[in-house]
């Protein structure tokens, strides 16, 4: 019989209201495995719960990606699978960044986590958990997945894409991995083949990465004020349509030019949810293609984050960075 971790990091699944609005609560552990005895009794993988210090997800930065990973590989061996309880606010970043961290897994990595508390009423929390934990005990999902509203999606091709329904998530450039109905179907043809392990756990720098958001109207001295700090080593644009920016404002692409000069990785991102960044087809995007920036095909703005980080606290050249960022690793880019 297969044997799952069930690690929680924290989120709304394991809070309670309080005065101030909701926070995790005490015993939540132990409070999970009595609502699944009583829900699902003995139709469950063996599972053991760890606790990591339990925190709201927005509170969360890249320095705990490491934590996350590190808690799982400390306990790989004894384990066929993995589910990690994370709040959804950053569930996709963090599934992004344990993706590339995890590259080759041999296990599957399930993240999930629920819209309203375990504790209250019309709770998504056993529905989401009950799966994940049949996903983590399924051999053929070796991936890092994320499974909410009856849906495993690839974990660095997920967003959250709604603040308060229950299917909360979708992979606009990718289908799911599998849906559950009445029955599970489970699409083996999506899973990524793991290539050969490739584990890496770097030290992250957690302001490493900014991310910018093009605008009309958009200033040079908003990059400049952006990448003023030093430990800014890569820079995300969120361009318009197939990569996009405004060329004929000379200050911007100036200031661009600066931030690279200076050895900064610039990525290029779509504002669009579905679709690539093609970054020749007009000319506002070849003025980024000339000064160097990397375009990010049709990853997800949270893959990208989590990619040029991982990268740019493994790696110290910034050539090699770029061509790995260009590179499909585990399924995050078409
Ligand atoms: N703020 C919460 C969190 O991300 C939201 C949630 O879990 O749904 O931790």
């Not at 993988?45 to 799982?72: F, K, T």
């Not at 990595?109 to 799966?131: C, K």
Request: glycine share 8%; with cysteine.
């Amino acid at each position: 019989m297969s044997r799952v971790l069930i690690l929680h990091t924290g989120g709304t699944i394991g809070m309670a209201a309080a005065p101030g609005g909701y926070r995790p609560m005490a015993g939540f552990p132990a409070r999970l495995r009595e609502q699944l005895g009583a829900h699902a009794g003995s139709r469950l993988p063996d599972y053991d719960i760890v606790e990591l210090p339990p925190i709201d997800s927005a509170d969360l930065r890249p320095g705990h990606w490491a934590v996350i990973a590190r808690s799982l590989l400390e306990r790989w061996d004894d384990y066929d699978g993995f589910v990690v309880l994370h709040g959804t606010d950053t569930m996709a970043w963090s599934a992004s960044a344990l993706s590339f961290m995890l590259r080759g897994t041999d296990r599957p990595v399930i993240f999930t986590g629920s819209q309203i508390p375990l504790v209250e009423p019309r709770s998504d929390a056993l529905d989401n958990v009950e799966a994940a934990l049949l996903f983590a005990a399924t051999e053929p999902v070796r991936e890092v997945g994320l499974y909410f509203g009856h849906r495993l999606l690839r974990g660095n091709r997920s967003r959250k894409l709604a603040t308060a329904q229950f299917d909360a998530f979708d992979s606009p450039n990718c289908p799911p991995l599998a849906e559950v109905g009445i029955d599970i179907t489970l699409h083996r043809e999506r899973i990524v083949s793991p290539g050969d392990r490739c584990f890496l756990v770097p030290e992250f720098d957690d302001p490493a990465v900014a991310i910018l958001t093009v605008h009309p109207g958009i200033a040079g001295s908003t990059v400049d004020a952006l990448t003023a700090n030093p430990r800014i080593r890569g820079l995300i644009l969120q361009t318009y349509g197939v990569g996009n920016a405004p060329q004929g404002d000379r200050e911007l692409i100036a200031a661009l030019e600066r931030a690279a000069a200076r050895g900064l990785v610039l990525l290029n991102t779509t504002q669009c949810l579905v679709g690539s960044v093609i970054q020749e087809t007009y000319a506002t995007g070849a003025a980024l293609a000339r000064i160097g920036v990397v375009p990010a095909g049709d990853m997800t703005l949270e893959a990208a984050f989590a990619k040029l980080h991982f990268l740019l606290a493994s790696e110290q050249d910034p050539d090699r960075i770029r061509d790995a960022l260009r590179q499909n690793w585990c399924g995050e880019r078409s």
